[in-house]
């Protein structure tokens, strides 16, 4: 297909680079420069979707970041992305697009029934229709509704793209590249300010592109370039396109998204699809500039009825007609630059005014260009299903309550001008008051609560010279109360043409006898019709009448619809406008891909990997990690074709029998100094630590100040006033917090400080009834004897001239100790492991078996300890010390925490001896009492205990402590299993724990 | 995302702190006697108040301290930050 409506010359294309693309299946040439839109109107192609709600055939509306209807389908690269506006897609050789929400196709759409039974699709209709009956919800009503919602697929792949985060500081950000934006950003940049200017478009320069004025002998368009050019010249200024500004957030915190790649064939190597800016700025210059509102007439979505403004730019900017036999219909001066701009390309407009008797000098303009004007006249309805074909009109009456007799014109296009509508979606995110003007009749920005200003349209200031005049003076202002410096740059001379006050006229009336639907919000298909039936339902707040007809909360969030939203509301309440106020403006001002708010934090970079020194080895010894917290733990060593359970029931078993040793590195560890440092641990643990001599180590158990347990773990006595605790893996973060807490804020007077050593220290517990031989060819010149390193013992020792220390404790209820070496030498000391080891049979073991080891001896850990229980629960009511205070204490005594039949740890075995209890299951005592069946307890962890060849598990059970002995039902209705079991002590294995004492 | 004026590193993104809970919140003395009601109070019972509140940070990703933050709940101005040992005026 030729591109019939592309005209010979003029534009900013580069007419020189022919790109094919493909639009529905179809092959169609554009120009580098284009968007997607230009290209397809160029071609003559005005069908490009299907509406939301009517699958009423869909062309386009606008020429940019307002666009309601042009939301395709775009692959790019083997890649699909969703909700695209093919006014903001740039053109690139290969660009293929789909429409969305028609099926099987948008000339011929099935969907489109919808428009006929519109009757029965009013406001509320979901409401109204899903609410009953109940059983219907999910096989019937939420599979209609998913599939009849939205625009577009998303891609279910992941997604190979790289998207970057980006942190920025500046002094002054510009969003907006338009006259206020460069005149504000330029006056600010020359007197010292570090500014960072932001253009949601490819092509810098805003209005200035298609507006004709002079600004000091140059064009609009050339004045842009040549401050743009001298912008980028300057150290202090970053200038951003096709960077949208779409966040107001918190003491001026602004997000930013540049979209590096996305008008590209593909993304170059390195280069990220799109990087997000956060920017902290001290002041922002709000330049979003205005978008144009249409006028409310019957059929107004047909295709081929667009923004006035929106024609004159893909003149302009692409050499684009948008038809050849255009209506402009008007009640501003707007409309007028449009048709002169069709005349000037050898286009004859016809212009409807709503106007009695207007006078300007662009009325005067297109009087002389011979171009017909019809004053007092306005579209009644456009005629044409998939197109525009012709257009009932008619006079109106001075009062615009009454038409006359309708007229029926043929036209190609209907170009709308309702007046401008400032764009202040960001002020109003930052918190501004916005207030109604009257002479505009829109809301722009009132009061400030950040360091926000609003210039030029934005702000509802619509000539040149005095946006020009005062971003100039804005930029010069705010930028010597921050650089204090005083250097003025020269205003230059403004020519533009004078323009005649607008007529506050939006709607047409419909004809006798006619029901004409006449749309207020385009994408979402809201009719004024939707908005009269919501008001006489009830619906007061405009609030809830943007939810209940979904006015306004489409894609474009009513960027073309919100205020003749509001002026309908205000006419049938009989209210003011700024009576009826504006919905909230909300951040994204456009959407954002999730990928960009995601940043690099896609898997295996959503958290940090951490790794102990001996990682490599593991990897070298078929280890299967797991995630533990943000740490990669051996879950256990693989051997041929062992699985999970066979591997770590071996590594278990060989604990029990000879040796094995574990990676404890991801242990949290903390060093404790000072002169008070017995004193905190006294403090934030239950347990006595003043009679801890010097070289030995303690359990100890702390609580939260609601008494529930927070963390568990041994501390060591290094010296007098220096102590090395540890925490579990999951807790060592928190637990730093904690005790950082208590010294700084509760007990500034203790004298200690707490330093995380986790990182400084490799672990390795040494574990079975051969570890004291093995440990004795590591340590030949220390007494490890059972006198020289008695149970929870502590020694500095040399392996071999690598400095260690060795700490007798258990968590598999084995003889056992742990060593610890410097980080760089963890590699050393693990391979002297296992290289000594080797005679006494030693195997590594993982996460698995060491929970297996801990779970038979009944050891509590993370899934007892889990924020719900108190130390009575968990068998640690020992170590509460009755003769002192310590965090927490007074909560214990608390009635729930006294009661007689408390919750407490037991262990639970499987009657039948064979079948594995799943973790989470629920114990019961009557497997077939009706539901619900009253909970007693649940299983916290399960394992297959290898001592005595059958399934165990712990569980929280009340009234634990009488409950030895009864048999129960665990009952997982998940994995649809009823297993009746024994409740048994937590204490399995070795109940005296005299092996660890051995 | 707030901006908070350690006192001891200046200012700093939010995302470097940890929220703390109510600033004005005292811990009853160690050893102390302290009625079911005083302890409900120190553990459980909160205001939760529209407008200016004293409350913990602790500047997590940074210095490690903890600091007292006067926000406003409703608008997130904030008015003052002070060290841990400094009292609120």
């Known amino acids: 297909m030729s591109q019939d409506f592309r005209l010979k010359d003029g534009g900013l294309i580069n007419r020189d680079k022919k790109i094919s693309f493909k639009f529905n299946g179809k092959k169609y040439f554009g120009y580098e420069g284009d968007t997607l839109a230009s290209a397809l109107i160029a071609n003559g192609v005005h069908l490009v979707g299907r509406s939301f709600k009517y699958h009423r055939p869909r062309g386009f509306f606008g020429a940019g970041v307002d666009e309601p209807y042009a939301i395709i389908q775009l692959y790019r690269n083997g890649e699909t992305e969703p909700n695209i506006k093919a006014t903001e897609q740039e053109l ?55 599939k009849a919602a939205g625009l577009g697929t998303a891609s279910i792949k992941h997604d190979k793209e790289r998207y970057e985060h980006k942190y920025e500081y500046c002094d002054l950000l510009v969003t907006g590249s338009g006259p206020s934006g460069l005149a504000s950003a330029y ?576 672990g390795a517990a040494i574990a079975g009834p051969k570890s004291r031989n093995l440990l004795q060819k590591l340590f030949p010149n220390s007494n490890v004897s059972n006198d020289g390193l008695p149970f929870m013992g502590y020694m500095e020792a040399d392996l071999f001239g690598v400095k260690a220390r060795i700490f007798r404790i258990s968590f598999s209820g084995e003889l056992a100790y742990e060593v610890n070496v410097e980080s760089d030498n963890g590699n050393f000391m693990w391979e002297k492991i296992i290289e000594y080891g080797e005679e006494f049979k030693i195997q590594p073991y993982g996460t698995e078996a060491l929970s297996t080891l801990r779970i038979e001896m009944g050891h509590v850990a993370g899934s007892e300890l889990d924020g719900r229980t108190i130390p009575y629960d968990n068998a640690l009511e020992g170590l509460l010390s009755k003769k002192k205070d310590f965090i927490g204490k007074r909560s214990l005594s608390r009635k729930a925490f006294t009661a007689d039949d408390r919750q407490k740890v037991v262990g639970v075995v499987p009657l039948d001896k064979k079948t594995s209890i799943p973790e989470g299951s629920h114990l019961v005592k009557d497997s077939k009492a009706p539901l619900p069946n009253p909970k007693l307890g649940y299983i916290s962890a399960s394992c297959w205990s290898v001592e005595y060849d059958n399934p165990f598990s712990l569980a929280i059970l009340k009234d634990g402590k009488n409950m030895i002995g009864q048999k129960l039902f665990v009952m997982s209705p998940l994995k649809n299993k009823v297993i009746p079991v024994e409740i048994v002590s937590s204490h399995y294995v070795d109940p005296k724990g005299e092996r660890v004492r051995s | 995302m707030l901006h908070i004026k350690c006192p001891h590193c200046g200012m700093r993104s939010q995302n470097e702190f940890s929220y703390g809970g109510d600033a004005s919140v005292k811990r009853p003395q160690l050893g102390s006697e302290v009625s079911d009601q005083d302890w409900d109070n120190f553990v459980y019972n909160r205001k939760s108040l529209r407008g200016k509140h004293w409350e913990l940070w602790q500047h997590l990703s940074g210095c490690r301290q903890w600091i007292k933050v006067e926000r406003d709940t409703a608008t997130h101005e904030i008015f003052k930050t002070l060290k841990a040992s400094e009292e609120i005026s």
């Open chain 1, 92 to 146: 690139f050789e290969g660009l293929e697009a789909t429409s969305v929400n028609c099926w099987p196709s948008v000339n011929f759409d099935i969907g489109a029934i919808n428009n006929f039974l519109k009757i029965f699709l009013p406001a509320g209709f979901y409401y109204k229709t899903f609410m009953w009956p109940k059983s219907f919800w999910y096989k019937i009503y939420e599979p209609f509704i998913r």
């Open chain 1, 187 to 762: 006056a600010a940049a020359k007197n010292g300010a570090s500014v960072i200017l932001a253009e949601d478009k490819s092509r810098f320069g805003g209005t200035l592109l298609t507006n004709d004025v002079n600004i000091g002998n140059q064009s609009g368009k050339e004045w842009a370039e040549s401050i743009i050019s001298e912008l980028k010249e300057m150290p202090n200024v970053t200038v951003k396109n096709r960077s949208q500004v779409f966040g107001y957030y918190d003491h001026n915190m602004l997000v930013m998204s540049e979209r590096i790649s996305d008008h590209l064939p593909r993304t170059k190597k390195f280069h990220p699809k799109q990087r997000l800016w956060y920017i902290r700025a001290k002041e922002v210059l709000i330049s979003s500039g205005s978008i144009e509102r249409p006028i409310v007439f019957g059929n107004n979505d047909t295709p081929g009825v667009m923004l006035s403004s929106a024609a004159k730019e893909y003149m302009k900017v692409y050499g684009v007609l948008v038809g050849k036999n255009p209506i402009i219909f008007t009640n501003n001066d707007s409309g007028y630059e449009t048709a002169v701009e069709f005349k000037k390309n050898g286009i004859d407009a016809t212009i409807l005014d709503t106007r009695i008797n207007p006078k300007s000098e662009i009325i005067d303009e297109a009087t002389n260009l011979g171009i017909k004007i019809k004053y007092s006249y306005v579209v009644v309805a456009a005629k044409g299903y998939k197109k525009v074909k012709s257009a009932d009109i008619a006079k109106i009456s001075d009062d615009k309550e009454k038409l006359g007799s309708i007229e029926n014109i043929k036209c190609d296009c209907i170009c709308v001008s309702g007046f401008w509508t400032p764009t202040i979606h960001l002020a109003s995110q930052s918190g501004n008051k916005t207030k109604f003007d009257e002479d505009i009749d829109a809301f722009v920005p009132g009061l400030s609560k950040q360091n926000e200003r609003t210039l030029g349209a934005a702000n509802g200031v619509f000539t040149l010279d005095e946006t020009l005049k005062s971003s100039f003076e804005t930029g010069y202002k705010i930028s010597k109360q921050i650089t204090n410096k005083e250097n003025k740059v020269s205003f230059p001379n403004v020519i533009e043409k004078k323009s005649s006050v607008h007529d506050k006229f939006w709607c047409v009336p419909l004809p006798k006898g006619k029901n004409y639907k006449r749309f207020l919000d385009f994408q979402n298909d809201v009719a004024v019709s939707d908005i009269e039936i919501a008001l006489k339902e009830g619906y007061r707040s405009i609030e809830h009448v943007k939810r209940y007809t979904t006015l306004g909360m489409a894609t474009d969030q009513g960027k073309t619809s919100n205020l003749n939203g509001l002026q309908l509301v205000s006419k049938i309440e009989n209210k003011v406008v700024p009576a009826v106020g504006h919905t909230t403006f909300r951040p994204p001002y456009s959407p954002v891909s999730i990928g960009a708010i995601v940043g690099r934090e896609v898997g295996k970079h959503s958290k940090p990997t951490r790794k102990s020194p001996m990682h490599s080895w593991h990897e070298k010894n078929n280890a299967v990690f797991v995630d533990a917290g943000v740490w990669l733990r051996p879950r256990y060593y693989k051997r041929g074709n062992e699985n999970l359970f066979e591997a770590s029931k071996r590594e278990a078993k060989n604990v029990r029998t000879n040796v094995g040793v574990c990676d404890v590195t991801t242990l949290g560890k903390i060093d404790i100094k000072g002169a008070d440092a017995t004193e905190l641990l006294n403090r934030v643990y239950t347990n006595a630590w003043s009679k801890l001599p010097v070289g030995k180590a303690r359990y100890g158990v702390m609580l939260r100040e609601d008494g529930i347990v927070m963390d568990d773990g041994t501390t060591t006595r290094i010296s007098d006033n220096h102590y090395h605790m540890t925490t579990t893996t999951a807790q060592a973060a928190n637990v730093l917090s904690h005790l950082e807490y208590y010294l700084q804020l509760v007990w500034p007077e203790l004298n200690v400080n707490v330093v995380s050593t986790t990182e400084q220290w490799a």
